[in-house]
């Protein structure tokens, strides 16, 4: 199985949540390891945001169902980001048997997107076939 999920937002409308509604936002919707790399660059923020909403997208639900602070993103030291599922956010994936999950982010001072690929392992029995050939 493969799923596809895909958010772009406006960077204004972070800059803006965080300008009125400050920690308030922070802390409903960023972890504190989030909240630390982005250093409250919005753009970073933004991308973190898409990101959230484009895994609640793949795993075919909400945010709602799933809370924001259950998907994080996390840099290495090189940069690359990589995505950790808690609470519900983790048990959804793992009833959906979503294993390998694949990230991208990107934004520009106006917009940032965010993209996530999520898939199961391939079955041994599948795994011989050639490739496009599952029943």
């Known amino acids: 199985m493969l799923r596809v999920g895909v958010d772009l937002i406006e960077v204004d409308r972070v800059r803006r949540s965080v300008d009125r509604f400050g920690y308030r936002f922070l802390n409903r919707v960023f ?56 609470g519900a956010a983790q048990a959804l994936s793992d009833d959906l048997g979503l294993e390998i999950w694949e990230i991208s982010l990107a934004h520009s001072g106006t917009h940032a997107v965010g993209m996530v690929v999520a898939m199961t392992r391939p079955s041994a029995s599948n795994a011989t076939r050639p490739a496009g050939v599952y029943s």
């Open 31 to 86: 972890t504190e390891r989030e909240q630390s790399y982005c250093d409250g660059r919005a753009p970073s923020l933004a991308a973190r945001f898409a990101i959230k909403e484009a895994v609640a997208k793949a795993l075919g639900t909400g945010i709602g169902e799933v809370c924001w602070k259950e998907i994080e993103v996390a840099n290495d030291l090189s940069g690359r980001p990589s995505l950790f599922l808690h």
